[in-house]
């Protein structure tokens, strides 16, 4: 029913679903939940990128493999989404999200890679 209810009209009702999709996830809601992450409410695509950190390593896979055909929107909330399930399957994208022109893609690209032990960062102590 939830996944159902992403494509409602009525965005309320989306953005129910997929908070309930957050507490409940469901692999069949996925491929929806990622169209979504293109959706130009801000609230939506964040109540959708947190559907798709429960889902897991099985929505880490889906959003890697279509994360080129995202509009800017959707690659930045994917790319945090990305940064929170932490799948060392996505490891490639996040590195080369690093040298991206987009600020919020490298900075969740080295969110992701720093919380699993990947980037080191130098500074100068003052």
Same mark, same amino acid.
């Given at each position: 029913?939830?996944?159902?209810?992403?494509?409602?009209?009525?965005? +309320?009702?989306?953005?129910?679903?997929?908070?309930?999709?957050?507490?409940?996830?469901?692999?069949?809601?996925?491929?929806?939940?990622?169209?979504?992450?293109?959706?130009?409410?801000?609230?939506?695509?964040?109540?959708?990128?947190?559907?798709?950190?429960?889902? +897991?390593?099985?929505?880490?896979?889906?959003?890697?493999?279509?994360?080129?055909?995202?509009?800017?929107? +959707?690659?930045?909330?994917?790319?945090?989404?990305?940064?929170?399930?932490?799948?060392?399957?996505?490891?490639?994208?996040?590195?080369?999200?690093?040298?991206?022109?987009?600020?919020?893609?490298?900075?969740?690209?080295?969110?992701?890679?720093?919380?699993?032990?990947?980037?080191?960062?130098?500074?100068?102590?003052?």
């Amino acid at each position: 029913m939830l996944a159902q209810a992403l494509t409602e009209e009525d965005l +309320g009702v989306r953005n129910c679903a997929a908070k309930g999709l957050e507490l409940n996830p469901n692999s069949k809601a996925i491929p929806k939940l990622i169209e979504l992450s293109n959706h130009e409410d801000s609230l939506l695509r964040r109540l959708v990128g947190n559907a798709l950190i429960a889902s +897991g390593e099985q929505a880490s896979k889906q959003i890697t493999e279509e994360f080129a055909q995202l509009a800017p929107g +959707g690659q930045i909330e994917c790319a945090r989404t990305l940064a929170k399930i932490g799948d060392p399957a996505s490891i490639s994208l996040l590195f080369s999200l690093l040298d991206s022109e987009s600020h919020m893609l490298r900075h969740w690209a080295g969110e992701g890679l720093d919380a699993m032990g990947l980037v080191m960062r130098f500074f100068s102590p003052q």
